[in-house]
């Protein structure tokens, strides 16, 4: 540094020199030398004490400026923390949350409505010409039939209670006049002590275990034949119904309850009878886990109407006898063997159900030619079994066997054989083809049939699968 | 005398049955890792029952008939909340018969209580698939929200059992310290996938791509619940290679095979990631879950 002043005050000097016409310093007196190196000697000094100066004011300043550092840093280390937040007050912060949170639901859901729900059944369908397993007489052809449009309505009553109502829109079969039908409409128990449950209204009662199912929810286009036969489609009944759940680490379920209608048997509103004269019915059923993903269900159900009023009567192959039913004996049993993969259930399953029926019903058989009148038991038993495979969320396909014994002729039996793939775009909205093939014997006196059904099932609005329908 | 005898037997097996380990807290959870909290904080004090074994979806757990005995005898049922459960907890509450533990009763333990929910529906309409009406549910993804569920856990075993309170606040406060050592790690590991982003078949991450700066860049199916479209997929491939989206996650409950084409279509990895403690073998707790998932993700960036 020192050197770079000494030849920059040198430079200066000599341009100094150029600029006055000065002669070369060569030229001057020795005096005049001495004077010239003592002038730099001078600027010398000046130029290393101020370069002093400076260097004693620039370490001053870094001193000054590490002391207000420090000062600082003191005064934040020995300044007071921020008020913390107490219990009380990160509670109530708590509690204002909350509020926040549970308005919103209520805005979302409208708690005291009750949930709401339409399911729609459109089945279009090809039949031969035949007739169908139960004789109503099909003309055979092609057929749109819109089987039903059903209105769900579901909301506790109280603490105590929860309530539904199905109302039911249905065309028909044969004559396709629609019809609106309060299916169910029942009040059942939510707090019951000893693990019961009372049902009262008009329901389905449990009797077997697809009879207490809407038809939308079977795994196939139609009812089985002995259902529709023996207990006269869904088991629907006006009484009410005791459910109990054993105390048991295993499950086992019993339900008993009694109706003045069960099925299709007729409840003549408002007229009255003895207690000999009502529906009986029961069931009970367990599970068992085999593994984590094989599930095993078994039921024994029950339904005994000692006196049923001589209604059902029906007019026989014979074209002269008349049967009327004078008591209701129906006997049950079912097994449902499912594969439910915990890790892929909504993606694969496999369900093997079963069904098998014994009816001995009572009759009084009449001669419309004027013979005599006489008591007849018929004993007869009827079985469904299908197995349903599902390969993927949307997809599945299936077998349904059906046989059936005449309740009214054992010796009358039919076969039906169905085939179905159904395709369950989403969970709400879901296609079935399905081929039944049904095969009546000559004592039936109905024909062989041959039917494709399309049938498709839509869900709008609220809808979850309660414990039966799982 | 042979039927009052069988009666006797009858009423004592079953009496006998209901009353065997009654001194304990009988806790059942819905999933795994509420039960892996209830265990942290109940320690010896309670009895602890999952209805789920960790593999099954948490919208899909089966309805089996024997968790039903499960629930009727039981003190608390712990669930994860904002619906998460409405495919299967409703029927079973109802068929458990047990007023204990019924929506809104002390022993219905809803661990959502205190969070804010992401993703909350403007309508609940099934145009949006099987929508979620509280908002998303997979809070338990985001462990510091997890800690949240440890704490409505707690202070419902405090409202149980009282005289326990000392040893379930101080289970809690243990636990809650091993989590957040383990948050600080997880941060740290993930660190270098901040701004990352993936996509998962199910709608499981929001909360845990939140917490640890990913971008969750949308789902394999089209909308909750519902399949994809041929549609849907080739347009997750194209905006995908558009945006560069390097990881393609899949939560062992949902089939391989469209994960897998995407990710081989965008040249994507693909990560399979449990969303509950058993979803993948030998991953038994919530913490070696979250260990599991950060430590393949940070792997799967390091490759």
Known sequence: MTVLASAWMAGTNVLHAQETNEPAPAARPASEVEQLKRQLREMQETFARQQAGQQQQIEALTKKLDAVAQQQTAEAATSPPPASVTPEQFKKLDEKVDDVVAAQKKTLTSEFNPAIGVVGETIFSQQSKGSPPNGTGYPGGFDVFQRSVELNATASVDPFAKGWVVINGSADAATGETSLDVEEAALQTTSLPGNLTLTAGQFFGEFGRLAYIHDHELPFVNRPMVLDQYIGGESKTVGAQVNWLFPTEHYINLTTGFGTQFGDEPDAAGSYRSFGAVNYFGRLSTYFDLSDNWQLEAGVSGLFNPDSGNINGALQPDGVTTLTETKRQLLGGDLRLSYVPLRDNQFNSLTWGNEVLYSDNHYLASNTGGGSSFHDAVGAWGMYSYLTYKWSRTWSGGFLFEYLQNDQDSAGQTYGYSPYLTWAISHWNQLRLQYTHTQPDAATGNKPNDAVYLQWIWIIGSHSHGWQQR | ?????????????????????????????????????????????????????????????????????????????????????HAFLPALLEASRNPRIQYDHPGYVDCSKGIAPVEVPKSTDHSEGDVHPYGNPHYMLDP?????????????????????????????????????????????????????????????????????????????ELKPGIDPTPRHIENLISSMKEEHVPIVVREPQFPEKVPMLIARQTGARLVTLPIMPGGVPHIKTYIEMMDYIVHTLADTAAK
């Open chain 2, 1 to 85: 005398m042979k039927i009052k005898l069988l009666l006797t037997v009858f009423l004592a097996v079953v009496l006998g049955t209901a009353q065997v380990n009654a001194a304990k807290i009988r806790v059942v959870t819905t999933l795994t890792d509420l039960a892996d909290f209830a265990r942290n904080v109940g320690g010896d004090h309670v009895e602890v029952r999952s209805l789920a074994t960790g593999v099954e979806d948490t919208h899909g757990v089966p309805m089996k008939p024997s968790f039903v005995p499960l629930l009727n005898r039981a003190d608390l049922v712990v669930l994860v909340g904002f619906d998460c459960e």
């Open chain 2, 144 to 220: 510091v929200l997890a800690k949240t569920a440890v704490t409505n856990i707690c202070a419902a075993l405090v409202a149980t059992a009282p005289e326990y309170e000392a040893d379930f606040v101080k289970n809690r406060d243990a636990y809650i310290a091993k989590l957040d050592g383990k948050i600080t790690e997880w941060k740290a590991d993930l660190a270098p996938l901040k701004g990352v982003k993936f996509v998962s078949y199910h709608e499981h991450w929001p909360y845990f791509a939140a917490r640890f700066g990913m971008v969750y860049f949308g789902t394999i």
